[in-house]
């Protein structure tokens, strides 16, 4: 049988740590920025933890 090919999308936007977590970029800093607030700013460009459904779905995208 083949081996399972890595989702090339889900490998350029989640990265998984030591620990197991899935993590995302958080949404929200890609135009309008001069609108928004630094202090605004400085928390939407913080990577966020992946809800647990979300993430069993993600690791067997990445062949994890």
């Known amino acids: 049988m083949p081996k399972q090919k890595t989702h090339s999308g889900t490998k350029k936007r989640f990265k ?3 620990s ?3 993590m995302k970029q958080q949404a929200g800093m890609r135009h309008n920025l001069e609108v ?24 067997k995208l990445l062949g994890k």
């Not at 928004?36 to 690791?59: E, F, G």
């Open 20 to 22: 197991g977590k899935v």
């Open 36 to 59: 928004k607030r630094a202090r605004r700013k400085t928390r939407l460009n913080q990577d966020q933890v992946v809800a647990p459904q979300d993430a069993k779905v993600i690791k």
């Open 16 to 18: 998984v740590t030591g």
